[in-house]
């Protein structure tokens, strides 16, 4: 049984801060996971514009700086947004930075990021397919989808859960259909938000089906779940379910004081993890931005918030803020207007 994990607590952790962390905290989190021989370690975003975040990139060069001499047994991966990110920036990998880059996209970019997944594979990256919304796929666009990650022949093909909507039986069909039509020697991800108070079962469900037909797995987390709005599957425990289970290593000792060290602390000061507004983000497979939205300009009680949102379409539940222009908000507070008034 080949499982591995991803942390993803700098990167998935940064959203919380403005993609800002001191060195310290950067160099700690990297230090405690290398030591406790996590497998994979993300160490940020690589993206066209940076404007001084400390764990944003114009290229691997930008890492080099909080990679460690000893590296250990773990690999430092890259991140980047297929809309976001120019393959024309990406140097070849020298070893002297990250050696895996995730490639994340949306349904309607899949070409275009196949195409870029294989050039970054040519410059030498072990390179993790990332498709968005993996429930918002149909099994023939899915499908799809494989057979050209196949073509390419990239390190793995993530299940990604971008709204936290993902019930276990959605896991189960989803794996069963990626596992019998992706190539053998591919690993499948899993990369999960907590909407659902689900993510830490979903990386457990995904080991244990991927143990009956041996497929290479790799399942990521985050130190104490850390991660924009409910987080993510928690780290720890997955280490402790592996160490339980399946007689591995990870040194959970180690991954308790870094906890201890650096992630209570920068708690008092940002949130994140489950609650009912998050809730509510994934039983309507809505983007986060919309709630935030509600909760800072509407006073919107948790009913009205679902209500609301369900009247949207569902497409545009998933929007990411960034592509929100001004007029989106318009029409999500005139619903909100329109929603009370109807009440009135």
């Known amino acids: 049984m080949s499982v591995q994990i991803s942390d993803c607590t700098i990167r998935d952790g940064g959203y919380l801060t403005g993609k800002k962390f001191t060195e310290d905290f950067i160099h700690g989190v990297i230090d405690g996971l290398v030591r406790a021989g996590i497998d994979y370690i993300e160490t940020g975003f690589l993206q066209i514009q940076v404007n001084g975040e400390s764990i944003v990139y114009h290229n691997s060069k930008d890492v080099r700086k909080y990679i460690p001499v000893n590296k250990g047994n773990s690999e430092f991966v890259g991140f980047c947004d297929n809309s976001r990110y120019s393959n024309d920036l990406l140097d070849k990998c020298d070893g002297k930075s990250f050696e895996s880059l995730r490639i994340s996209f949306a349904k309607h970019e899949w070409k275009d990021a196949i195409r870029f997944c294989s050039k970054a594979k040519e410059k030498g990256y072990h390179v993790f397919v990332q498709p968005m919304d993996a429930p918002g796929y149909s099994e023939e666009e899915r499908k799809e989808l494989v057979y050209a990650v196949n073509e390419i022949h990239p390190e793995a093909f993530a299940i990604v859960d971008t709204f936290g909507a993902m019930h276990l039986d959605n896991l189960y069909k989803i794996f069963r259909q990626v596992d019998s039509l992706l190539d053998k020697d591919i690993k499948v991800g899993l990369h999960s938000h907590n909407n659902l108070h689900l993510s830490c ?96 300009n509407c006073s919107c009680s948790y009913k009205d918030m679902y209500n609301i949102l369900q009247s949207m379409d569902i497409e545009k539940r998933k929007r990411y803020g960034s592509n929100y222009s001004k007029n989106d908000f318009t029409i999500l507070q005139s619903m909100y207007e329109a929603y009370t008034n109807k009440g009135k």
């Open 201 to 296: 079962a979903l990386a457990e469900q995904l080991i244990i089906m991927a143990e009956e037909t041996d497929r290479k797995v790799a399942v990521d987390g985050s130190l104490l779940g850390m991660g924009r709005g409910a987080g993510n599957a928690c780290t720890e425990e997955i280490v402790d379910f592996l160490n339980s289970r399946y007689k591995k290593n990870y040194d959970l000792g180690v991954i308790l004081d870094t906890i201890e060290k650096y992630i209570v602390p920068l708690k008092q000061k940002v949130s994140w993890g489950y609650d009912i507004p998050m809730f509510i983000c994934g039983s309507m497979s809505s983007h986060v931005d919309n709630i935030y939205y509600l909760q800072k």
